[in-house]
C-alpha cells in the first residue's frame, strides 16, 4: 500500500542537534512551541538536491551562481508576479542582518525608523542598534475582526525626521495577509511622507486563508518599487533557516549601493548549502509546499475550535498566514505568562518582545499529536490561572 508522498505526523527527534528551539527546555518536560522554525523533515526534494551537492565534497568559498540566482527570479516572476532582475538581487545570511542593514543604509544617527506593533522582536531593536529612534504604531481591529494598519494613527506619528517604515507581511506574530487597498494605502502614505519602504515577506508563502493572497509591494506600482527594499526568503516556508540563505531585492540603484556599502566587510557569504537549498526549494518544492499548507491550515482549525471551545479566557482573532498564532491571555491576569505556562509544560513566545504585553505566541509548525498533547496542557493551565 502506498502512503501519502509527504508526512507530516512525525518527525525526528530535535535533541542533541543544537536546536534553539528543543535545547531551551533541555531535560525538562516542556513541549516547545515557540520559536519560528517547524519540526517537520523538509522537503524530500530538497533533501535529494542536498545530497547530490554533498557528495560533491568540495566546499569552497560560493559566489551567487546561476543556478540560485534564476531559481529566484523564476520564482518571483512566476509565484508572485514580480518581475525582478538579476542586478537587483543580493543573498544574504538572514533577514535579521538585513533589517540592521536597512537601518544603517537608509537613516543618519538621530532619524527615525516607523513600524507596527505587535511585531518581530527584531524589528523593534534594528533601529535602536544602530541609535536611530523608532516610532511604533498599534496595528488595529477592522471590521472584520482583522488585524489591519491604523492610517490616522500612522498620520499621526510619523515626523519629518522619518526616513523608513518597516513592513511585515504576511505579519508575524498576527498572520495578517494586507490587501491590494492597504498596500496602496501604505504605498501612498511612505511616497507622501519620502520613506523608504523595507517590505519582509519571508511569511509570503504560508497563507493558510484560501481566500486571501499575497502581493508583492513592489509590484504594486513603478513608484513605490523605487523606495522598496523587498526582503524574502525560502527559509520559513521549507523549514532551512538554519542554512541561513535570504534575499533582497533593490531596484533603485542608489539604494542598492548603500545598502551594498552598509554591508560590505561584515557580513559573510552564503554557504553552498543554503544556495542548493533555495534554488531546490522553488524549482522543485511546490507540492510539498501545498502538502505543508493543507497540514498547517487543519492544525489551526484544530487550535482555532480548541481556543473557542474550551479556553474562553483566551482571545484569538482570525490569522490567514503562518504558523504563528497570537495569543491574547490578557484575561487571565497573569503576572507573567509565558513562565506560567512553562509551569504546565508548554514553551511559547512571550509577547512583550513583540511589544504584546499580555500576549503569546503558539508555533503549531508541529506533527498534530504535538499540538493536541499541547493543547491540553494549555488548558489544564488556564484553569490553573
Ligand atoms: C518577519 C520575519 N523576518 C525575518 C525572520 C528571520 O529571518 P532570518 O532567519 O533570515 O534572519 C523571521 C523569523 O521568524 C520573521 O518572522
Request: aromatic content about 10%; overall charge negative; hydrophobic content about 40%.
Amino acid at each position: 500500500m502506498t502512503g501519502p508522498k509527504y508526512t507530516f505526523d512525525t518527525c525526528p527527534e530535535r535533541s542533541g542537534f543544537g536546536s534553539l528551539k528543543w535545547d531551551k527546555y533541555k531535560g525538562g518536560d516542556i513541549l516547545p512551541l515557540w520559536v519560528a522554525d517547524m519540526d517537520f523533515t523538509t522537503a524530500p526534494e530538497i533533501l535529494d538536491a542536498l545530497q547530490a551537492r554533498l557528495e560533491h565534497g568540495v566546499f569552497g568559498y560560493t559566489v551567487p551562481y546561476e543556478t540560485p540566482v534564476q531559481a529566484v527570479l523564476d520564482y518571483l516572476s512566476q509565484r508572485h508576479g514580480y518581475k525582478a532582475e538579476a542586478p537587483w538581487l543580493d543573498f544574504l545570511p538572514g533577514l535579521v542582518p538585513a533589517l540592521n542593514i536597512c537601518c544603517r543604509a537608509f537613516t543618519q544617527p538621530g532619524e527615525s525608523v516607523l513600524t507596527t506593533t505587535p511585531v518581530y522582536p527584531p524589528f523593534l531593536s534594528a533601529p535602536q542598534y544602530a541609535n536611530r529612534e523608532l516610532i511604533t504604531v498599534p496595528l488595529a481591529l477592522n471590521q472584520n475582526n482583522l488585524w489591519t494598519l491604523d492610517f490616522d494613527a500612522l498620520e499621526a506619528a510619523v515626523r519629518p525626521d522619518t526616513r523608513l517604515f518597516i513592513l511585515c507581511n504576511p505579519h508575524n506574530p498576527v498572520g495578517r495577509v494586507y490587501t491590494r487597498e492597504e498596500l496602496t494605502e501604505l504605498a501612498d502614505f511612505c511616497l507622501r511622507h519620502d520613506l523608504i519602504l523595507v517590505s519582509d515577506e519571508i511569511h509570503c508563502d504560508l497563507i493558510i486563508d484560501p481566500t486571501a493572497s499575497h502581493i508583492t509591494t513592489a509590484t504594486l506600482s513603478p513608484e513605490i518599487a523605487r523606495r522598496t527594499i523587498t526582503l524574502m526568503a525560502a527559509s520559513k516556508t521549507y523549514n532551512l533557516p538554519g542554512l541561513a540563505c535570504a534575499y533582497s531585492i533593490i531596484e533603485d540603484d542608489g539604494l542598492r549601493q548603500k545598502f551594498r556599502k552598509t554591508f560590505r566587510g561584515l557580513i559573510t557569504e552564503v554557504n553552498c548549502f543554503g544556495y542548493t537549498a533555495t534554488a531546490a526549494a522553488y524549482k522543485h518544492g511546490e507540492p510539498w509546499r501545498q502538502a505543508l499548507i493543507h497540514y498547517l491550515r487543519s492544525n489551526h482549525q484544530i487550535l482555532a475550535d480548541f481556543v473557542q471551545r474550551e479556553l474562553p479566557g483566551i482571545q484569538f482573532h482570525p490569522m490567514q498566514a503562518t504558523y504563528l498564532a497570537w495569543l491574547d491571555v490578557s484575561a487571565l491576569g497573569l503576572a507573567r505568562p509565558a513562565a506560567h505556562f512553562e509551569a504546565h509544560g508548554v514553551g511559547l513566545s512571550d509577547g512583550t518582545p513583540f511589544h504584546g504585553r499580555g500576549h503569546l505566541r503558539l508555533n503549531f509548525g508541529c506533527p498534530r499529536d504535538r499540538l493536541l498533547e499541547a493543547l491540553e496542557k494549555i488548558a489544564r493551565a488556564v484553569e490553573k490561572a
